[in-house]
């Protein structure tokens, strides 16, 4: 079944809402949890503009001017269907990475006063379920939205985020956690469980 290009612009718009309000929510609630460390740096400061112009400014300007038009393309009919079937599990992700993380979480790479490893829920199985559900969440914006900026300016500025941020981020945790995030490394894979996986006891 096709559908013209708004009735998919109106499904993106609707997961768009329900995404900020999740990270929405979650900001808030952790908001008055102390910092201990911070390492906003000119480069990571870089990363999250890049980031937000890709995720955030695009699409809002696609939706609502004809600047990028520009940049228009046609997809394939069956392409936005894959965008909607790619957004729930996306919107699922990353849901559950934020209440697993709880009061351990931070948009930038910071520890808070009595940080602790998270091993539980979707951790269990990989180290970066929240930078896995936003992967997903820009393939279905590139599926959904028929322009090449708006669509693809998501996956392409935080797969830049990713590659870079990760090993970082990966550094940090063992600097301060040592052997216990070590181990945790050992024993999940970075986006996709890991073969070696081991049932902890
Ligand atoms: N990379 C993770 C978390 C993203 S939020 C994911 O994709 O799910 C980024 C912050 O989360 C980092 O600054 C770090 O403080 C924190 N963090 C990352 N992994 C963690 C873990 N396993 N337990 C506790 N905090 C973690």
Redesign the pocket.
């Known amino acids: 079944m096709s559908f013209p290009i708004r009735v998919w612009n109106i499904v993106f718009l609707v997961g768009f809402i329900t995404y900020c309000g999740i990270r929405g929510v979650f900001k808030r609630r952790t908001e008055g949890n102390e910092k201990i460390v911070r390492r906003l740096d000119a480069l990571e400061k870089t990363l999250l503009v890049t980031v937000g112009v890709g995720s955030l400014l695009l699409p809002v300007l696609y939706l609502l001017t004809h600047w990028l038009a520009f940049a228009d393309y046609h997809l394939p009919e069956f392409a936005p269907w894959f965008g909607v079937l790619l957004m729930a599990p996306a919107l699922w992700l990353f849901y559950r990475?934020h209440a697993d993380?709880g009061l351990?979480?931070?948009v930038?790479?910071?520890?808070r006063k009595g940080?602790?490893?998270?091993?539980q829920g979707v951790?269990r199985w990989i180290?970066?379920?929240?930078?896995?559900s936003i992967l997903l969440w820009d393939l279905a914006q590139g599926l959904l939205l028929q322009n090449w900026l708006a669509g693809w300016g998501a996956l392409a500025t935080f797969a830049v985020l990713y590659i870079v941020r990760t090993p970082r981020?990966e550094q940090?945790?063992c600097e301060f956690f040592g052997e216990e995030y070590r181990d945790?490394m050992r024993e999940t894979g970075q986006l996709c469980p890991s073969l070696r996986f081991k049932k902890r006891t």
């Open positions: 990475s993380l351990n979480w931070s930038t790479l910071e520890l940080h602790q490893v998270v091993k951790y180290r970066h379920p929240m930078y896995a981020e940090m945790m945790y």
